[in-house]
């Protein structure tokens, strides 16, 4: 029997993977938390065969807490789902070893199909970033100045050319407004630029948004 733990802040979309899986796979254990802290617990407790985790919950700091899953249980499946598929995102997870990375603008039959492949052992991009990581070979003839940003520094990075203020994205990311700000000023740092404005157009370029 499949064991499964949705991790998600919305009941809503639980509801609706939960009811999904239990169409496709009928005897099956599904758990829920809805943020990283309830999620790592439960993966301290339970050996779950796939983790389904958004990427953009309250007080959690997904790369962290991936980080965290990896190093207790590195064999581990984790499929990304999520609204965020700008492809350094993406990128990035891919980097730390999730299995799969899918849209929450994806059809039943999609969903259905990556949560298969990847309890089958095979990862699973959802096709629009397929097409880009394979159309990938401009980027890596040069390189990609966001690379050099840690991972909550592109997190901020993300926010700030989005348009959100250093308030909003300390309260969204549960840190000090300060703490923001000091990241924002190594972000400058490391992109070469004065101000967001012209990140945004490098963040463009380099497919951040």
Do not use: W
Request: hydrophobic share 40%; with cysteine.
């Amino acid at each position: 029997m499949y064991k499964i733990l949705l991790v998600d802040d919305h009941s809503i979309v639980r509801s609706g993977i939960r009811l999904l899986l239990k169409e496709q796979y009928g005897t099956i254990q599904i758990d829920e938390a809805k943020n990283g802290s309830s999620a790592f617990g439960k993966i301290m407790d339970t050996t779950y065969h796939l983790v389904i985790m958004d990427i953009n919950m309250p007080n959690t700091d997904t790369f962290s807490l991936l980080q965290n899953i990896r190093a207790m249980a590195p064999d581990l499946p984790i499929m990304i789902f999520t609204i965020m598929t700008e492809y350094a995102f993406a990128k990035r997870y891919l980097q730390l070893g999730v299995k799969g990375y899918v849209s929450k603008q994806a059809e039943d039959p999609e969903i259905r199909k990556a949560v298969h492949a990847i309890l089958c052992g095979k990862p699973c991009v959802c096709p629009d970033l397929l097409e880009k990581m394979q159309d990938d070979n401009h980027f890596r003839k040069e390189l990609d100045p966001f690379d050099a940003l840690s991972n909550r520094e592109l997190e901020i990075a993300f926010h700030l050319v989005r348009g959100k203020s250093v308030s909003h994205i300390a309260d969204t990311l549960n840190i000090h407004t300060s703490t923001v700000g000091t990241h924002k000023a190594r972000i400058f740092d490391k992109l070469k630029v004065d101000n967001v404005l012209v990140m945004k157009d490098l963040a463009t370029y380099y497919r951040l948004i």
